[in-house]
């Protein structure tokens, strides 16, 4: 405990500059605006101090000035405590930094207070599917889906989902129930998620889910279009590899490892099916 108290302190204290700084930042803003142009609204003032104050975090988190970011966010939700966008990315940012417990505090804090944000409810399931919690990941990223679903129909269309749709929480159900075994499912949630936007790592769990109906024609589909998206994606080639392998195909298959520049555990894979194949000599 005294551990803690000391680190927390410390951290404070790291803390007082940036506070100091980001107060400074904001008061000459004002100044600034006041002496050129009138004051923008006060709603409007306080959504661009929290897109600023967002888009200062992630540039922390790029550089992996990963503790700077926390004390700019705790800073900005002292500020601003009913953002729910600063709650968001301080319960990503404790992802991150691998302290699950205090994400998911701060999620559950942040629906209590404002229910009905379905990224809450998204990145709520999805730590409960990394955590190996499926039920409760279910029940939280379904919840995503349905309230997703009730601001679609009172938009009046027939749509299942749009641009605006929870695309993590798709795949994270497709994810669990490809755990689960229920392929066909799987492969429809990662089809809709590519229908709200392409990614090629959508793709390559479409064309997972595919393999391991015993579809490698619906498989090597989707892999070949993970990597048109992104050429050198390292999972579809590594997926697309085995595929052929497991057909036997290791001349197509080392051909695609050799094209893309890939070895290390491609190669690693490829012997091992081929051991299990009964084929010594790969």
């Known amino acids: 405990m005294q551990a803690d108290t000391q680190n927390s302190a410390a951290l404070k204290h790291r803390a007082a500059p940036l506070l100091l700084c980001l107060c400074i930042t904001l008061f000459l803003s004002a100044c600034q605006t006041s002496s ?4 923008p609204p006060a709603g409007e003032a306080v959504q661009t101090d929290i897109a600023a104050t967002l888009a200062e975090v992630d540039q922390l988190v790029m550089q992996g000035q990963f503790e700077q970011a926390l004390v700019l966010l705790q800073a ?15 319960g990503e940012l404790y992802e991150l930094l691998g302290d699950s417990r205090l994400a998911r505090s701060t ?9 009905g944000q379905v990224a809450v409810y ?13 039920e409760l990941a279910e029940r939280f990223l379904r919840e995503a889906l349905q309230l997703d679903e009730t601001r679609i129909k009172a938009a009046n269309t027939f749509a299942t989902a749009d641009s605006q749709s929870p695309l993590k929480a798709y795949n994270g159900l497709g994810i669990l129930y490809s ?3 229920q392929h066909e499912a799987a492969a429809e949630f990662f089809t809709t998620g590519l229908q709200i936007r392409p990614s090629a790592l959508l793709y390559n769990n479409l064309g997972y889910a595919r393999f391991l109906q015993g579809n490698t024609g619906g498989a090597e589909w989707a892999y ?14 590594r997926n697309l590899a085995l595929l052929h392998g497991s057909k036997g195909h ?3 298959a080392e051909s695609l490892i050799l094209e893309q520049g890939q070895k290390g555990a491609e190669w690693h894979d ?9 084929d010594a000599t790969r």
């Not at 050129?36 to 004051?39: D, G």
């Not at 999620?107 to 229910?115: F, G, I, V």
Request: a positive charge; hydrophobic letters at 40%; aromatic letters at 4%.
């Open 122 to 134: 998204e990145n709520l399931g999805l730590l409960h599917l990394k955590s190996d919690r499926p």
């Open 107 to 115: 999620y559950e804090a942040t629906l209590l207070r404002e229910p």
């Open 76 to 90: 900005g939700l002292a500020m601003q405590p009913e953002s729910v966008d600063l709650a968001i990315r301080l």
């Open 224 to 237: 070949l279009q993970a990597l048109e998206l992104v050429p050198g994606y390292r999972p579809a080639i």
């Open 36 to 39: 050129h142009k009138p004051a």
């Open 179 to 181: 755990r689960r075994g």
């Open 270 to 278: 490829l012997h091992q099916i081929a051991l299990l194949l009964g």
């Open 250 to 252: 290791y001349g197509r």
